[in-house]
């Protein structure tokens, strides 16, 4: 059977010359980058090396700003968490949007419970957009943080972070982006954008799993959240992950060499699946703008039916697809992001997720069109809501 894999928002399979680049951090150059005799050394160097590409890759204007993590999860945590305590003799209120992935959104509702901190979470149009005059507007006098995403990683709505920064920076607010989908995907530059903070995750864009970087400007205080050890910058005490460090690294310089190709190919498809669904299935909504998006996000709600369901049929068919955010697929509630942006419980609970990658081909969105309909048509003729 044929199998295609359209769920690479949620992670992307890692690049072989990845594996290739950490397989000796493993078996030669195996070292703890903290100690001092040679083989601790060689792997320093690997790690210093890895930390000067992720610089590149988004742009930065020193090494010493870029912190090393687990993943998205933890920048986001140390961001929001790190920042809100090192601010919090100034202030402590913080802006944020309904529809911030849960790694944003519970760090902020965690602030709020155990720390007293006053959170705003500002609503978001149709396409998922936060307005600037919104954002202006909740800017309060004790506040210290702000933390909107780049990108959404359920519809793919691309964030105007720019404007943000500006409004932040002239009340002397510390802004965060979580650019976890966007890193290695797309053009980022942080000079350009202006933001104080910006996370990101090797597994999003053809890196390990296990490992990610938190963007922290020279300058910008932030307390650490785990303890341990003076690994970078006494910002997160544990041993580094050398291998995933390096493996990461081989994928900046690789986003860097190919991302103008990577960006055409992923909106090609993109654009040939979202209108192909629409062209060939009925009473289709398509989440999100129709080009202010992530290059290979296409999402759609197909009413009367289930999302789940169609996940199903579509994995019996050897396509792998999500309803929503890979870190909230077992739970049975709605998409927080889908209601957001106005859609009722009924459409939320109908959503469809494809996401491209490097790997995925014109043929692949070809097979798509030809089994999606045929599964919508059939779990719609099966269900009681639908008018046929």
């Known amino acids: 059977m044929k199998r295609i894999y359209l769920d690479n928002g949620a992670t992307t399979p890692t690049h072989p010359e990845a594996l290739k680049a950490m397989e000796p951090l493993f078996t030669q150059k195996y070292g703890n980058p903290s100690s001092i005799h040679s083989f601790g050394q060689e792997a320093k160097v690997a790690v210093d090396s890895a930390r000067e590409d ?135 530059d942080v000079q350009e954008l202006g933001v104080d903070m910006l996370s990101m995750s090797a597994h999003k864009f053809n890196g390990p799993n296990g490992v990610g970087a938190l963007y922290l400007r020279k300058g910008v205080k932030v307390h650490p959240h785990m303890h341990g050890g003076g690994q970078e910058n006494k910002l997160r005490g ?72 169609i996940l199903l049929n579509l994995d019996l068919k050897g396509i792998a697809a999500s309803s929503g955010s890979a870190c909230t697929s077992g739970s049975l509630a709605p998409s927080h992001v889908l209601l957001g942006i106005g859609r009722s419980h009924e459409l939320a609970h109908g959503s469809l997720r494809l996401t491209l990658g490097i790997d995925n081909t014109q043929e692949d969105v070809e097979y798509v069109l030809q089994v999606l309909p045929e599964i919508v048509q059939k779990l719609r003729d099966m269900s009681p809501l639908y008018n046929k």
Not at 241 to 262: F, H, S
Request: with cysteine.
């Open 54 to 188: 992720v610089q590149k890759l988004i742009n930065a204007r020193s090494p010493e700003e870029i912190i090393f993590t687990s993943g998205g999860t933890e920048a986001n945590n140390l961001a929001v968490i790190g920042a809100a305590m090192a601010g919090k003799k100034r202030g402590k209120h913080i802006i944020t949007s309904k529809i911030e992935h849960h790694a944003v959104l519970h760090p902020c509702e965690y602030l709020e419970k155990e720390l007293d901190f006053q959170v705003t979470y500002l609503p978001v149009d149709e396409k998922g957009r936060v307005h600037i005059d919104d954002f202006k507007g909740a800017i309060k006098e004790d506040t210290i943080l702000a933390s909107i995403m780049m990108a959404n990683n359920e519809i793919g709505t691309l964030q105007p972070v720019k404007e943000f920064t500006v409004a932040a920076r002239e009340s002397d607010v510390v802004f965060h982006t979580d650019a976890v989908q966007v890193a290695g995907t797309m053009p980022l």
């Open 238 to 309: 544990s041993t580094h992950n050398t291998p995933g460090i390096v493996g990461l690294g081989w994928v900046c310089r690789y986003a860097r060499e190919t991302m103008d190709e990577k960006v055409k190919h992923l909106e090609e498809l993109r654009d040939m699946l979202i209108e192909g669904i629409e062209e060939r299935i009925p009473e289709t909504i398509l989440n999100g703008p129709r080009r202010e998006r992530l290059p290979g996000n296409v999402h759609f709600c197909f009413p009367y039916i289930e999302g789940e369901a």
